[in-house]
């Protein structure tokens, strides 16, 4: 069936080096691939998408990146700072079926 | 402050008990989406609605477990009856179905 998985479960960090992210999707109807932060006792948060004709996209801190041809996304936080520490999900979303899909999630650890 | 507002937050239940949780989306946001989340299954969509109506509920039980918005401004998810496996905590997200979803706190539920 078709799935969004995560490479890793768990990526521990020193604060101020970059973090990276990974994930595999294989719904290649996909138009919007959606990064979410969830920090302990919250909902996911937004934090950036990307949409399926882009390559990259930057934001605050953080760029996403695409590539179509081996199905993988990938989220990169610059200078990673302790309030980063939470579970990091990639979420797939086909405007064909409005459905929302989310992968296991990875786990950051920034160590001080 | 647009939100996507939960309640109950927390509701502790006996086993064979009837649970509602309910949901108030951002107000416009035609797409409605109920989540699951346990350690063990990560974010499992159960069921989603736009414009109200049910797109896909197969991610639910349906013997036990129903799922309606009986206007724009609500929406319920029930179990009845609840068993203990139903612990976990369940999350709404509403948004314009391209792109992101916006979430709710959760209600987290504990079946004893």
């Known amino acids: 069936g078709e799935s969004v998985g995560l490479h890793l479960p768990t990526l521990s960090v020193q604060e101020g080096d970059n973090s990276i992210i990974n994930c595999a999707y294989s719904?290649?109807?996909?138009?919007?691939f959606i990064w979410y932060k969830q920090e302990s006792g919250k909902g996911p948060q937004f934090i950036i998408d990307i949409r399926s004709n882009m390559d990259k996209r930057q934001g605050q801190r953080v760029t996403v990146l695409l590539n179509k041809t081996v199905k993988h996304l990938s989220l990169q936080i610059a200078a990673t700072q302790p309030g980063d520490s939470a579970v990091y999900f990639c979420a797939e979303n086909s405007k064909n079926d409005y459905k929302l899909s989310f992968g296991a999630g990875t786990t950051v650890t920034v160590r001080a | 402050d647009a939100r996507v507002t939960q309640t109950p937050r927390d509701k502790v239940t006996e086993m064979g008990q009837e649970v509602t949780m309910r949901c108030q989306p951002i107000?416009?946001?035609?797409?409605v989406f109920w989540y699951r989340q346990t350690m063990m299954q990560g974010l499992e969509l159960l069921a989603y609605f736009r414009n109200r109506a049910p797109l896909d509920d197969s991610g639910m039980p349906k013997d036990r477990f129903s799922a309606e918005m009986p206007d724009a401004t609500l929406a319920t998810l029930k179990i009845q009856p609840s068993e203990p496996r139903d612990s976990a905590v369940y999350f709404c997200?509403?948004?314009f179905g391209t792109g992101e979803a916006f979430f709710g706190q959760g209600t987290r539920l504990t079946v004893v």
């Open positions: 997200a509403s948004g």
């Open positions: 719904n290649s109807a996909s138009d919007y």
């Open positions: 107000l416009g946001h035609n797409t």
